[in-house]
């Protein structure tokens, strides 16, 4: 594909590849700017109704206009190949910062602060991603977190009631739905009515941020497990491990954050992205005063309250252990 036009995009280099496709660096000789190109696989493209629904898709989600999502410049076919042209984000996925240890915690509650915020605003447009997980969401030099891939997207029904036009989320209601029953995504950042092959709606996006949200506190995954099945297993049944056996220092209002994103039901969850938001930023705040209480256990053992000092702008180093 390297060195091959489609429409208007001049293909110069792959990126990576996934379940659905392969992306491609690409430039737009219109606009002369650089793209990412994501060309579908003959999986995709086979199914007309499929590709249809895909396509449907990516052109809702082109609507969303937020900092944190990465824009969607063009989906359409060309030559019989399927593709979507989105902005080429410069920079590092969060599973690259994850694995490199280069996350400490007001650095992760920065990414989640962000990831949250671009959903609420998909949410608000009747979209939900379906597919967040570290390799989905990348933070660019400059700091400024985007979510990637919104090909796993299902778009919510109407309000009830609502007639067609009257909202975003009415405007988009006929768009073909998810095949129902369908389990998507990656096993270990599902919600648990992903992996029963359930409907789901915005706070299973909320579970999966949770699931991201523990592993860039940690470093560990809360769920995953060494097969398939026992991962979907302890996503469904399984208890969420406490953040205090990795790290025994981290505040407890953040163990009481995780608990409520990583419930099992979805109505006793946070209700939206916003209140999410809420308690991220008010935990940010705390340790950015010197105010969030480290676990009482730790206390009563005299051990040393966690401490942060800055590095340099926008990065900071643990002190005192954990």
Request: no cysteine; aromatic share 6%; hydrophobic share 40%.
């Amino acid at each position: 594909m390297v060195g091959r036009t489609l429409k208007h995009f001049v293909i110069e280099g792959k990126l990576g590849s996934g379940g659905m496709g392969v992306v491609y660096q690409a430039r737009d000789t219109r606009l002369q700017r650089p793209v990412a190109l994501k060309v579908f696989s003959n999986e995709v493209t086979a199914d007309a109704e499929k590709g249809k629904r895909f396509i449907q898709e990516a052109r809702a989600a082109a609507r969303i206009g937020h900092p944190a999502i990465a824009q969607i410049y063009d989906v359409d076919e060309a030559e019989g190949i399927m593709f979507i042209a989105m902005e080429l984000v410069e920079g590092k996925t969060v599973q690259a910062l994850i694995q490199k240890r280069e996350l400490d915690l007001l650095g992760s509650l920065d990414i989640g602060i962000q990831v949250a915020e671009g959903l609420g605003r998909a949410h608000e447009a009747g979209i939900v991603h379906r597919d967040i997980k570290p390799a989905n969401v990348m933070l660019a030099k400059d700091g400024q977190v985007k979510i990637l891939d919104f090909g796993l997207a299902k778009l919510l029904d109407a309000p009830a009631g609502a007639p067609v036009g009257s909202t975003a989320a009415g405007q988009l209601s006929t768009v073909t739905q998810t095949l129902p029953g369908t389990v998507m995504g990656t096993a270990a950042y599902m919600s648990p009515e992903q992996v029963r092959g359930g409907s789901v709606d915005s706070r299973s996006d909320l579970f999966s941020l949770g699931v991201m949200l523990f592993e860039m506190a940690t470093g560990e995954s809360p769920f995953r497990r060494p097969a398939l099945v026992e991962t979907m297993h302890a996503v469904a049944f399984d208890e969420t491990p406490s953040i205090y056996a990795l790290r025994p220092n981290l505040p407890e209002d953040l163990q009481r954050i995780l608990s409520r994103t990583l419930r099992k039901r979805p109505e006793d969850r946070y209700p939206n992205a916003g209140a999410l938001v809420a308690d991220l930023k008010l935990l940010r705040r705390d340790i950015e005063s010197g105010r969030a209480p480290a676990p009482a256990w730790r206390d009563r053992l005299g051990d040393v309250a966690l401490s942060l000092r800055r590095v340099r702008p926008g990065q900071y180093a643990w002190l005192g252990g954990g």
